[in-house]
């Protein structure tokens, strides 16, 4: 299948485009650059033995988009490209609407134009808000607690109406939980600008001696050990999980969410402590407030993406871990 990815050279996009290139499928990853490099091209191809097409542009450019989409005959487009990060949406809420909610527009403009109607877009567990119950099922009422939250929420409504105004269209959103851990070969993974917010980069760091301690943002949570649960899944598991949806969008028209998690909840300190046993390093640390708009504990409930897709996660915190060490630790500056 020929597939667009955009965003594809971030993070999570290199992950599925390595999955999806050793499927044999033609991947064309269309991506700006603004938080990944050109040289994720280079490692993807190494990984997978086979170039994917690269377009650098921007996915406010509905013409720059068409021209792509039309020139390499595109049948489904993989939507990652997006700002994320939680704190800076609250600070520059404009750009965050104009580069994910706009973004969105402009490629949906673009599809329509070309008669694309198969969409698969990154979306979030953020949109549960506050979770009323768990684990969270796709039932679970949605409420944005941030700009960023409300821009995957708008586009989710939007992606709603789309569907609903007109049959073709076969959208899925899969709402990521937190996606952790990098390719085995430690050549492609996650590599934020500037310090981390993010728990597992951030303990990287500590390990690789880059950084002095990791802050718990809290300890007094109503958790068995007081410090906040996530639902942690490996990117691979993730980017399987995306070829898992790829195939299942065929047979289904429609609007679709389907949660990606693994269903096992892991707190602060116990991936502080999978972390030092898989790097074989200390990973100090201290207790310090809780985080504004943290809450205790979050994960999935992953049975409609059984059922519907077949897929589940196959791997553990210890694979988790020790891919993210090695990617961390095979760059210069993590090598401590
Ligand atoms: P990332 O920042 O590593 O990747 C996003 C890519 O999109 C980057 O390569 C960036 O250069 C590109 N991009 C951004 N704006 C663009 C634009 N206007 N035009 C073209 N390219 C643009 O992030 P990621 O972690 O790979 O996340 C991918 C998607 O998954 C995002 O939509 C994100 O909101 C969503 N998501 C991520 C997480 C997470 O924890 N990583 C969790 C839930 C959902
Ligand atoms: N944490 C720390 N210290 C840190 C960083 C995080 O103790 O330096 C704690 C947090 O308080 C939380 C846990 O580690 O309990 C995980 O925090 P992350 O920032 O890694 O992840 P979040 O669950 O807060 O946020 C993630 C994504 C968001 C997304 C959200 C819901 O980063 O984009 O999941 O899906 F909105």
Redesign the pocket.
Known sequence: MNVLL??G?????SHVAVVLLQAGHHVVLY??????EIETLARIEQIAGVRPTFIQA???SAKALTDALKHHAIETVLH?????AVGESAINPVDYYA?NVG?TVSLLEAMRETGIRSLVF?G?ATVYGEPQYLPLDEAHPLCATNPYGRTKLHIEEMLRDLSASDPLWRIVCLR?F??VGAHESGLIGEKPVGTPN?LMPYIARVAAGELKELSVFGNDYPTPDGTGVRDYIHVMDLAEGHMAALGWLTGHPGCHAINLGTGQGYSVLEMVKAFASASERDVPYQIAPRRAGDVAACYANPEKALKELGWQAQRGLPDMCASTWKFVSSRPEGRG
């Open positions: 955009t965003g050279m971030g993070y999570i996009g991506d700006n650059l603004c938080n990944s921007d996915i406010r990652f490209a997006g700002l994320k580069n973004g990154s979030s990521y937190n996606p993010n």
